[in-house]
């Protein structure tokens, strides 16, 4: 078997250190027997819930090409390849939605553009809109923002907290 760790080093070279935290906790959340491996279908979830929106066609062609696997015919992904996996993906989608993109977006929510968002409209809008938070969430998120308690977040730093990765 060839050696590809090279390979799957040099594509996940983009990853922070935090990144790669984040998706060992998220790995580790389907690795339920503990054997350092998530089967393709968990796979598939991890990837419909985690950034951009996916088509099932953009799904079959990752599973398909999964040259630097270490089971290549398995269903089993272990952690070096999900690594891989996620990063070129996360290349792939760089700059899909950039914090100036972002921030352009909330500004419909500062309804008398002076910069901040009512927490009222943050609790709704997490609530109804793309990767809905929990109320448990949504009150740490903006027990994190508003921290002189006035209802009012910074539109710029509501975008930050959210864009973090």
């Known amino acids: 078997m060839p050696n590809t760790s090279t390979s799957s080093q040099s594509k996940t070279d983009i990853l922070s250190e935090k990144q790669i935290t984040k998706l060992k906790e998220v790995f580790s959340l389907f690795d339920k027997d503990d054997d ?7 796979l598939t979830t991890i990837l419909r ?40 993906r996360m290349k792939q989608h760089e700059g ?26 943050i609790r709704h809008l997490m609530t109804q809109v793309g990767e809905q938070l929990t109320p448990e969430e949504i009150d740490e998120l ?12 910074k ?6 907290a959210l864009m973090a990765p």
Do not use: C, W
């Open 36 to 42: 350092g491996a998530i089967t393709v279908n968990e």
């Open 49 to 88: 819930t985690m950034g951009p929106l996916i088509t099932e066609e953009e799904i079959q062609e990752i599973v398909s090409n999964r040259k630097d696997a270490v089971f290549v015919n398995s269903d089993n992904v272990d952690f070096p390849e999900f690594l891989t996996i996620m990063a070129s």
């Open 96 to 121: 899909d939605a950039s914090d100036k993109d972002v921030l352009t977006a909330f500004r419909v929510f500062t309804k008398d553009s002076n910069g901040f968002v009512k927490t009222s409209e």
């Open 142 to 153: 903006i027990t994190d923002l508003d921290t002189d308690n006035d209802g009012l977040v």
């Open 155 to 160: 539109y710029e730093e509501l975008v930050k």
